[in-house]
């Protein structure tokens, strides 16, 4: 069997368990933590999380575990068939990654665990974070997914890692980005109806407790 190594608080672990889910694949998850001794990093040479088991040995980084479990396992793809729209998915989820993601994981530190981060960098951050969501929204169709009609790995993206950063921005610089758009935030809603999203939000805010003390 197949095992997904990671947190639970991790958008990107939730990603690829998200994924896993809704492909119907049969997955035990081993809990990591922040020791990362010289197993650990045979596993995951960078020590980053996610990283999947399988029978011919391990593989890092989120969007290569969805594209292996996506080309091995029977199920629903999230990909579509047409060579150019399955492009334009790949390229939503760089985007989300690169521009979103990445610049708002600079200020976790004070948005989530009592840090502080300095009104330069908040600074350099925003014009990242702006031209980051607007560069997704002129690629998004919200139709009523990221991508169209269809549910692509996109959208999962969407919910764990873009989802993420409108906290960051609410929190740091008081910035309702889901009321700037508004079809993303019913987007938003769409996927917190699905079972394996409640799943995993589920487990992942039992994770943040107990991190928390709680």
């Not at 947190?7 to 997955?27: C, P, Q, R, T």
């Not at 925003?126 to 139709?143: C, I, M, Q, R, T």
């Not at 910035?175 to 799943?199: C, F, I, V």
């Amino acid at each position: 069997m197949l095992k997904l190594y990671g947190h639970a608080v991790s958008n990107y672990y939730n990603i690829a368990k998200l994924a896993m889910l809704e492909k119907g694949v049969d997955f035990e998850e081993v809990a990591v933590g922040g020791d990362k001794d010289a197993e650990y990093m045979r596993k995951s040479p960078l020590g980053k999380m996610p990283f999947l088991e399988t029978d011919q040995g391990f593989l890092t980084e989120t969007n290569v575990i969805i594209e292996y479990i996506d080309e091995v396992f029977e199920g629903p793809s999230f990909f579509p068939k047409d060579p150019f729209a399955r492009a334009k998915v790949r390229e939503l989820m760089k985007y989300m990654e690169l521009y979103i993601e990445l610049p708002a994981r600079r200020l976790h530190p004070e948005a989530f665990f009592g840090g502080k981060v300095s009104d330069e960098e908040k600074a350099d951050v925003k014009v990242l974070l702006e031209k980051g969501f607007a560069g997704v929204s002129a690629l998004a169709a919200y139709d009523p997914y990221m991508c169209g009609k269809e549910l692509t790995y996109a959208d999962f993206y969407s919910q764990f890692s873009v989802g993420l950063a409108t906290r960051v921005t609410k929190s740091i610089y008081g910035w309702d980005t889901l009321a700037e758009n508004p079809k993303y935030k019913a987007l938003l809603g769409e996927l917190g109806g699905r079972p394996s999203t409640q799943k995993v939000m589920a487990d992942q805010m039992e994770a943040m407790k107990a991190m928390a003390g709680g």
